[in-house]
């Protein structure tokens, strides 16, 4: 009996792996092209049981955690190797492996939902707990999963060197700072029903705290 519980969960196990090859790409493209769409999608499926959530594209933490896999495939497809691996100076001599320094990003990254999260449940005038900020920090996984592949993207062209390969690095880690923030700001817009600038505003306070958090973090690792 339990060798045949076994057999069904490997069976479960290897659909839901495989099917990731056709959910993954859809999901990415339409986080990508219809972001807002997407972040939408997220709140209606949390209302659902949870066996009927996402049946259509990968759930956002799933996305954000495969997309920083694929980013860091990438890099060291191209030959990169990976800084916070190879760094040993400051806390960074504590991930020494491909699994810690993917975990590490994950919980980088995750910085920045969580803070778009944050402002919007204090905008709203609700009580920080696990409940409210549950809602608004799944669909933010979509937006900073493209602004994670993007900006890795670049950080890869600039690691590779020569002139053309910097100015593309360089273009694209702007291009993705620069739709990140766009998105943000039509999203706050909408929840609050308050024009592009001022959602701006809220958005680039948020940004700005992340990236504040990520300089922090750079100085203790000792980059």
């Known amino acids: 009996m339990d060798f045949m519980k076994w057999l069904n969960s490997i069976d479960e196990l290897l659909y839901e792996v495989i099917s990731w090859l056709v959910f993954y790409p859809l999901t990415l493209g339409r986080a990508l092209l ?47 190797t990976d800084r916070l691996v190879a760094a040993k100076r400051g806390l960074a ?47 933010q996984c979509y937006p900073a999963a493209v602004f994670a592949l993007l900006l890795s993207s670049g950080a890869v ?14 273009a694209t880690m702007l291009f993705a700072l620069t739709l990140y923030l766009a998105v943000e700001a039509r999203w706050f817009a909408l929840q609050f029903g308050t024009g592009f600038l001022r959602g701006g505003l809220t958005a680039s306070a948020a940004i700005m705290e992340g990236l504040g958090i990520l300089v922090a973090i750079a100085l203790l690792l000792g980059f």
């Open 34 to 80: 219809r972001p807002l769409s997407m972040m939408g999608y997220a709140d209606r499926q949390l209302e659902l049981p949870s066996e009927e959530q996402y049946a259509a594209a990968l759930s956002p933490p799933l996305f954000l955690t495969l997309t920083l896999l694929l980013a860091h495939l990438w890099a060291t497809a191209l030959g990169e």
């Open 93 to 139: 001599g504590m991930i020494n492996d491909d699994t810690s320094a993917l975990i590490f990003r994950l919980l980088i990254f995750s910085i920045f939902p969580l803070l778009m999260s944050l402002h919007f449940v204090w905008r709203r005038g609700l009580p920080v707990d696990r409940a409210t900020l549950r809602l608004p920090f799944y669909a």
């Open 157 to 170: 062209l600039l690691g590779v060197g020569g002139k053309l390969a910097t100015m593309c690095g360089a």
